[in-house]
């Protein structure tokens, strides 16, 4: 039930994520979810695609620094808490969450959230006996 | 006005041409019996060292540069065996290959004097504390100053460099009168100084002789400010001697040349014909009185002119200007030595690709190296911690292969020009 996020390089300076999103709308990727961590000196753009093996493909063809990465995606109770059971579920299974980010699913009354963690087979296990739904690639568009 | 030799210092020039002249004829004859290197060269153009009679016929002479001393690394260029030899000392060089100087007990004599003549011409005397805050080792800093400052009869204090809140520490306890280091260090020990909440005025120390990288006559003001002292400028290069074959006098004009050891001449580096008095060109040496490397006319890349006018402080001493800059690709970073190629190799070894460049500045009169390397797959993580780690593993590494520390810059992957030809490794920003 992995997700694969791409994960693109971008050094810190003014206009460039201009310049770099408007490249991945020229590429015709399409785009559910995207988080963005920086430094003071460079950024890394996570990004959910639809079709991410071909969105990789043609971000490399373009001469930019990508990557994918395995994620896991998770629906969640858009309700108060809803993102706090989840985090309990990991934690309680001694799973440390590296960075999290959340978008909206056409699900109605779930949002998702992309769960970037160490171990995603353990983390899935746990997940799933907590009954808490897992987002697959399909799922999200 | 107070001399360390006083007769070779003040010495009427005629004086001083007789004894150049006479080494001069000396030094020709080790080098073409000694040296197979020279004996080539001289009778490539048909020399022979009875064709040398004074100092004037120092143009018939050929050049040498660094190269020749790489192509015979490590010894080939000595005149000396290992018996005569007391001390080796080397410069980093490329990849490996450094460039290695030798020293006879009379070359560290002759060296030592030279830094002794400095010393005093900053206002030393047998009876100061002099710290020295210069590297010791391979480097001649260190023990150059070390050297000099024992055979005037001065204390020397061997701090070597680094460990800035100690150097402090010992500027006030120790109570040193005079700090011998690079000027940015001098620069850095005056920051500290500063956060350390200490004022200029509540240590001892007097004066500064520094030198082994080029400095501005502001940052000269500004050493001066931060440390509460007089700041002396002092030049060598290790092929020649270390530092101490010129160095400056209260005036602050030029360096004074030890001219009866080194004997310097300014050449159009394109032309290589000699250039009058006052004019910019390449500055060459002559070790005259050398007996373990006697290099003949040796080009030091340095852009620096000659001025023979009398000096308010009564030496008669040829001087030379602060050199402008140096025309090969050597970068000298704080003092040390760099080449792009160490900073290539130091890439090339962490399996990066070689696409990188090298951004030297200055900020706050320290120099400051960036090295720019385009990112690749290897150092890239979808986490910001990934990537610090990879910059951090890359800085080390800079650090511990060129002996100074350089800031890391991540690109993307293009930022940098390509070229066809020889790609810019180098932007060198500072103004001296």
Known sequence: MEIMQISIFAENRPGRLAELTEKIASLGIDVRALSLADSADYGVLRLIVAEPEKALACLRAAQLMATGTPVLGVAVNDAPGGFATVVRVLADANISVEYAYAFLTPTTGKAGVILRVKDNAAAAAALQLAKIELLGQEQIF | ?432
């Not at chain 2, 360390?4 to 020039?13: D, G, N």
């Not at chain 2, 007789?18 to 048909?46: A, H």
């Not at chain 2, 101490?244 to 004074?256: A, D, N, P, R, W």
């Not at chain 2, 986490?383 to 993307?412: D, P």
């Open chain 2, 1 to 432: 006005m107070n001399y360390f030799t006083p007769e070779i210092e003040t010495a009427p020039r005629e004086k001083l041409r007789e004894l150049q002249s006479e080494r001069l004829r000396k030094m020709v004859r080790r080098c073409y019996n000694n040296v197979p290197f020279y004996k080539r060269k001289f009778d490539e153009i048909g020399l022979k060292p009875e064709d040398i009679q004074s100092i004037d016929d120092i143009v018939k002479l050929p050049f040498t540069v660094k190269q020749d001393l790489r192509d015979n690394y490590p010894y080939g260029m000595f005149a000396v065996g290992r018996d005569k030899l007391v001390r080796i000392h080397a410069s980093s060089g490329t990849t490996g290959k450094q460039t290695v100087v030798g020293y006879t007990k009379e070359d560290l004599h002759a060296w030592a004097e030279g830094a002794a003549r400095a010393i005093v011409a900053a206002g030393g005397s047998a009876n100061d504390f002099i710290h020295v805050s210069y590297g010791y080792g391979l480097f001649t800093g260190g023990l150059g100053l070390h050297d000099g400052a024992e055979l005037l009869g001065a204390i020397a204090i061997p701090v070597s460099s680094g460990n800035t809140k100690r150097q402090v520490q010992i500027l006030q306890d120790f109570q040193s009168d005079i700090l011998c280091c690079t000027p940015s260090y001098a620069m850095f020990i005056g920051e500290t100084l500063r956060e350390m909440g200490i004022k200029p005025d509540e240590i001892p120390l007097r004066a500064g002789i520094f030198g082994a990288e080029a400095w501005s006559e502001n940052m000269r003001l500004e050493i001066e400010k931060a440390l509460g002292i007089k700041a002396y400028d002092i030049y060598g290069l290790s092929e020649i001697a270390g530092p101490g074959v010129s160095y400056e006098c209260s005036e602050q004009t030029g360096m004074h040349v030890c001219e009866d050891h080194f004997f310097p001449e300014i050449i159009d580096p394109e032309t290589l014909k000699p250039l009058p008095d006052g004019e910019y060109g390449e500055l060459v040496f002559t070790c005259i009185g050398k007996e373990a490397l006697p290099l003949v006319r040796y080009r030091t890349r340095d852009i620096s002119c000659l001025t023979r006018e009398t000096c308010s402080c009564g030496r008669t001493l040829v001087k030379m200007k602060k050199p402008r800059g140096r025309s090969d690709d050597m970068l000298i970073i704080r003092g040390v030595n760099v080449f792009p190629s160490q900073v290539e190799h130091v890439i090339l070894e962490l399996g990066m690709e070689p696409n990188y460049q090298i951004i030297v500045e200055r900020e706050n009169n320290l120099d400051a190296m960036t090295v720019c390397i385009e990112m690749s797959e290897r150092m890239f993580s979808d986490e910001i911690s990934g990537i610090a780690a990879a910059e951090k593993r890359i800085a080390s590494a800079m650090l511990s292969t060129l002996g100074v520390g350089a800031k890391v810059r991540l690109l993307e992957p293009h930022a940098l020009p390509r070229s066809e030809g020889k790609a810019v490794r180098v932007v060198d920003k500072r103004k001296i």
